[in-house]
């Protein structure tokens, strides 16, 4: 009998070493390689595959099946159009949706391992602002200068400063998470000075999505502490939080040079006037071929696998002057669901964006919403899911957050 309790126990431990591992991986992954991405993703698959008898309620959930979904639509699409060769496209990536979701309540982590997890990707995410400052100290007057045209500091996941913005201020909520429940004094003080210190190197760095996800968030989190009572807090915070990117702005060299490039790219691509090595410009002109595309195929779309050429054939016809290595597919999911998809390829995207907020659990927690509220609106401008990298970062906190949320509610007992 002793010998049987002693394998269960052993059996467990080994899991979850395989399902920690996994997620190191992934974490590593996204600071240096794709490669070891993969590996983790197949670990985590593994970890579910022990585990999907667990997991079968799951795929009767609403908002799972949008998860399903949103892979789906462009897997079937590269198949009907591609045939055998439907591999060499991106519909397959895209299953990671569903896996993440699967593993992290096939996983199921206590409030140990939860923690555990929160804080290996806090480390992760400060190792990647100290690497990023310390190349910028070393070279300040350079890199300065650099922030006059499109280009900013060094960062590391393949130099995608979008996605490391984000993923410092996913960082800064988990921080949060777990300030409120420590109740060890000099803990709440170091995690404290973390979040301070992250939201100072987000405006250094100066990426747009990274600000605009931590100040939406941030008033999302504001607005549930205060709403309803205290409600001079409530006014007295919102002036502090609308004065923070003016002083940001008049003290920190790096985005102060941004937001000045930021307008003056503004200035040229309104006008009409292209200009290389515009950024915002760059943008613009994707979602005008996104448009275009939309308007002469708006019920079934071109294809999830023909996007590209579809979208570089507008390029050539109406921008003959841009370069090739700026034909960008179109800078917004919404718009590849739609231009690709047609008009199914749209009502899934939106069934995935808005179901959430029929689940009372779901918009009752503060930090599910800071999260995912800003998260699907820079769905507008923003193309997170084309990406292995991008995928992860959208794919497993909302996953995370969900099961927070799920267990906040469900398993606490609350």
Request: with cysteine.
């Amino acid at each position: 009998m002793d010998f049987r309790i002693s394998n269960t126990i052993s059996e467990k431990k080994v899991k979850w070493i395989l399902a920690i591992a996994g997620i190191v991986l992934m974490f590593y992954g996204f600071m240096f390689s794709r490669v070891v991405s993969n590996i983790g993703f197949v670990l985590i698959g593994v970890y579910t595959l022990f585990h999907f008898e667990n997991i079968k309620w799951l795929f009767r959930d609403k908002w799972m099946i949008t998860f399903i979904l949103i892979a789906m639509v462009p897997l079937i699409s590269d198949i009907w159009y591609e045939g055998i060769h439907f591999y060499e496209h991106r519909g397959i990536m895209k299953f990671l949706l569903v896996l993440f979701p699967c593993f992290v309540f096939a996983f199921k982590p206590d409030q140990k391992t939860i923690s555990i997890i929160n804080y290996l990707f806090i480390a992760t995410m400060l190792f990647c602002t100290v690497y990023s400052l310390m190349l910028y100290f070393t070279n300040f007057n350079a890199v300065n200068e650099e922030y006059k045209t499109s280009k900013v500091m060094e960062v590391l996941s393949y130099r995608d400063h979008i996605r490391i913005s984000w993923a410092i201020v996913i960082s800064c909520f988990l921080a949060g998470y777990e300030w409120a429940r420590e109740t060890i004094k000099y803990k709440k003080i170091l995690i404290f000075i973390y979040i301070t210190f992250q939201i100072g190197f987000l405006h250094m760095l100066g990426a747009k999505t990274g600000l605009i996800s931590l100040y939406f968030g941030t008033l999302i989190l504001i607005l549930y502490a205060f709403w309803g009572y205290k409600k001079w807090s409530f006014l007295l915070l919102i002036p502090i939080l609308a004065i923070m990117p003016f002083f940001a702005y008049k003290t920190i060299p790096s985005l102060r040079q941004r937001i000045n490039f930021v307008k003056y790219d503004f200035q040229h691509y309104s006008k009409g006037e292209y200009r290389a090595g515009l950024s915002d410009a760059v943008r613009f002109y994707s979602l005008k071929a996104g448009k275009d595309i939309i308007s002469e195929h708006v019920l079934f779309g071109v294809g999830f696998s023909r996007l590209q050429a579809e979208t570089e054939s507008w390029y050539k016809r109406h921008m003959p002057e841009m370069t090739p290595e700026n034909y960008f597919l179109p800078s917004s999911e919404l718009v590849i669901y739609w231009a690709s998809g047609g008009v199914f390829g749209l009502l899934v995207f939106l069934c995935h964006i808005i179901l959430p907020f029929f689940k009372t659990y779901l918009i009752r927690n503060k930090l599910f919403i800071a999260f995912f509220l800003p998260a699907i609106c820079s769905f507008a401008y923003e193309t997170h899911l084309e990406g292995q990298l991008p995928l992860f970062i959208y794919g497993f906190f909302t996953a995370w957050f969900w099961y927070l949320s799920y267990q906040n509610h469900f398993l606490d007992g609350n």
